[in-house]
C-alpha cells in the first residue's frame, strides 16, 4: 500500500502545535503496519535543513507564477520525503504560515494551493515513477489535493483528508480561485465556495473519498452547530465517510523512565524520582517548596479555544488549597498579560513562561500533578496523553478527544478530573474535588499508576488507518 502523506510541519524539525508531533510519529507507524508511506511537504528553510537528501532536485516547471518549482528528495528522520522547493512561497522566516506581525501572509492561497496541487501530480506517477494508492491530506493546508484529485478525472488514488482543528479552515477571497486551474464549476456550494469566500477546508470536506477527524467524540460533535463552524450540514451528509480515529503518541519520546530532560526518572512502579522532579521544577520556576496542595501544570497555546481564561477565574480554589501553577505557552496577548499578571500577585505560587521550550515542557509535565486541558473545543489533545504517560493526572472539560482518554475521579476505572461545562464555576469544583483526593496520598497515587498504564502508542490508530486505506484500494 503506498501512501502520499501531505502535510506540512514535522517535529522536531518545525512545530507550531500538536500536528507536528502527528507527523512525527504517524508516518513511522503506518511504515511498521505495512505501508510505503512518503511525504509530500513545503519546502521550509528548517525542514530543508533537518532534511538528509537522498537525490537529484526533479524539475517540475512552472506554475501558480513561479518559474521553477521542483522536487527534493530526501529523509527526515526515517521516513522519506519530499520537499518542494519554491523560495518564493516558501523560503521565509519564523512562522510558516503567519508574518512578523502575526498576521497571515497575503499569498496563502496560492502558497498551499501548490501543496495540493503538487500531490495531485502524483496521481500521473510522473515523479520518480512512484504512484500512491492513498493520498492522505492534512488539515486545510493540504485540502486541495483532494479537490485537484478530483478534478484529474479517471481512475486514480483514493484520498483521505483529516481533519486535526475545523476551527481553522483557510479562507479567502473569491478572487483567489481563479489562479487555481481548477474547472469554474468547481467554485460553487457544490465545491470551494462558502459564503461567497474560497475555503479550502470545505474543498477536503466536500471531495475526498473519506473524512477522519483525530477522535471519535470530535467526529461526532462536529457534525453540530456548537463545533461544527460552520460545516455540520456538509459533514451530517457525509456521514457514512467520516469517522474519528484517536491520535497517538511517541511513546518512546515521552517516557518518565527513559527521558533526556528530566534530573530523576521513574516509573508506574517506583514513582520516587517524580517527587525529585517536582522539587527541581519548582526551583526552576521560583516557586515556593510548599507541598500543602498539588503543582498544577499548563502547557498550552493561550487561545480562547483552551479555556485558560476559565482557569485563571478558578485560580483562587487551587491557591486557597495550598496548590501552585506552572503555564508554559504563548498566543494571545490580552491571555498573556492577564497570566503574567496573575504570576506577579502571587509569587511562589505561581509561574509562567511565554513561548515554547521542549525542554521544559517535559520537566513541567514529570514535574506538576496536574496538568490543565479545560478547553472549550479539543478534536484529540495531547497534553492530556503526555500528562497520563508521566503520571501526572489530568484535568479536562468533556469534549473531543480528552472525553475519549480521560475518566473522572467518580469513577473506579479513574485517571483523572473531567467538567461538563466550559463554566469557571464547573471547572472550580473538578479543582475542589482534586485538592480533596490530593489529602489521600494512597488513592491518589493509586490513580497515578492507573494512569501510567495506558497505552497511547500509535499502533492501534495506525491499523485502523490501514483498514480505511484497504477499503478504498483494496487489491493494492
Not at 493546508?141 to 483529516?162: D, E, I, K
Not at 480562547?304 to 485560580?315: M, S, V
Not at 521544559?360 to 478547553?375: Q, T, Y
Not at 479543582?431 to 499502533?459: E, I, N, P, S
Request: glycine share 12%; hydrophobic share 45%.
Amino acid at each position: 500500500m503506498r501512501v502520499l502523506y501531505v502535510s506540512t510541519e514535522v517535529h522536531p524539525a518545525l512545530k507550531t502545535g500538536g500536528l507536528a508531533d502527528v507527523n512525527a510519529a504517524l508516518p513511522p507507524a503506518l511504515a511498521a503496519a505495512g505501508a510505503d508511506v512518503r511525504m509530500l511537504l513545503p519546502g521550509f528553510p528548517a525542514l530543508l535543513e533537518a532534511a538528509t537528501a537522498q537525490g537529484a532536485r526533479i524539475d517540475i516547471g512552472a506554475a501558480f507564477g513561479i518559474e521553477s518549482i521542483g522536487l527534493v528528495p530526501c529523509r527526515i528522520g526515517a521516513t522519506p520525503v519530499w520537499l518542494i522547493d519554491a523560495p518564493t512561497f516558501f523560503a521565509r522566516s519564523g512562522n510558516p504560515y503567519v508574518d512578523g506581525d502575526g498576521r497571515d501572509w497575503p499569498d496563502n492561497a496560492a502558497r498551499f494551493a501548490l501543496l495540493g496541487w503538487i500531490a495531485a501530480r502524483f496521481a500521473d506517477g510522473g515523479f520518480d515513477a512512484w504512484r500512491p494508492d492513498i493520498v492522505h491530506s492534512h488539515d486545510w493546508h493540504a485540502g486541495l489535493a483532494c479537490a485537484y484529485l478530483r478534478a484529474r478525472g479517471g481512475a486514480g488514488p483514493g484520498s483521505v483528508f483529516t481533519i486535526h482543528n475545523l476551527g481553522y479552515q483557510g479562507q479567502f477571497d473569491a478572487t483567489a480561485f481563479a489562479a487555481l486551474g481548477l474547472p469554474d464549476h468547481f467554485f460553487s456550494m457544490h465545491g470551494l465556495e462558502f459564503h461567497g469566500k474560497l475555503n479550502f477546508m470545505k474543498a477536503a470536506l466536500f471531495y475526498a473519498d473519506r473524512i477522519t477527524t483525530v477522535s471519535p467524540t470530535y467526529a461526532r460533535e462536529i457534525q453540530g452547530a456548537e463545533h461544527g463552524f460552520g460545516m455540520e450540514g456538509l459533514l451530517r451528509s457525509r456521514a457514512g465517510a467520516l469517522s474519528g480515529i484517536l491520535n497517538g503518541i511517541a511513546t518512546d519520546e515521552w517516557n518518565p523512565q527513559t527521558d533526556r530532560h528530566l534530573g530523576a526518572r521513574y516509573s508506574a512502579d517506583q514513582l520516587r524520582g517524580k517527587a525529585a522532579c517536582g522539587d527541581a521544577l519548582r526551583a526552576e520556576l521560583g516557586l515556593t517548596s510548599d507541598k500543602r496542595g498539588p503543582l498544577l501544570g499548563v502547557v498550552s497555546r493561550l487561545t480562547p479555544q483552551k479555556g485558560l481564561d476559565l482557569l485563571l477565574e478558578a485560580l483562587p480554589v487551587l491557591l486557597a488549597g495550598g496548590g501552585q501553577c506552572a503555564l508554559l505557552g504563548s498566543g494571545d496577548a490580552a491571555l498573556e498579560a492577564a497570566w503574567l499578571g496573575a504570576a506577579a500577585a502571587h509569587p511562589g505560587s505561581v509561574a509562567v513562561k511565554l513561548g515554547y521550550d521542549e525542554a521544559l515542557a517535559h520537566r513541567l509535565f514529570a514535574g506538576s500533578d496536574m496538568i490543565a486541558v479545560p478547553s472549550r473545543f479539543e478534536p484529540c489533545g495531547l497534553t492530556q496523553m503526555y500528562g497520563l504517560r508521566y503520571g501526572t493526572l489530568p484535568l479536562v472539560r468533556r469534549t473531543g478527544g480528552l472525553a475519549d482518554t480521560v475518566i473522572d475521579a467518580a469513577s473506579e476505572h479513574a485517571n483523572g478530573f473531567v467538567f461538563e461545562a466550559a463554566l469557571s464555576a464547573d471547572l472550580g469544583a473538578a479543582l475542589q474535588r482534586a485538592l480533596a483526593l490530593w489529602q489521600q496520598a494512597k488513592l491518589w497515587q493509586a490513580m497515578q499508576r492507573r494512569a501510567m498504564q495506558a497505552d497511547f502508542g500509535w499502533a492501534a490508530s495506525a491499523g485502523r488507518y490501514m483498514t480505511l486505506y484497504r477499503e478504498l484500494r483494496p487489491h493494492a
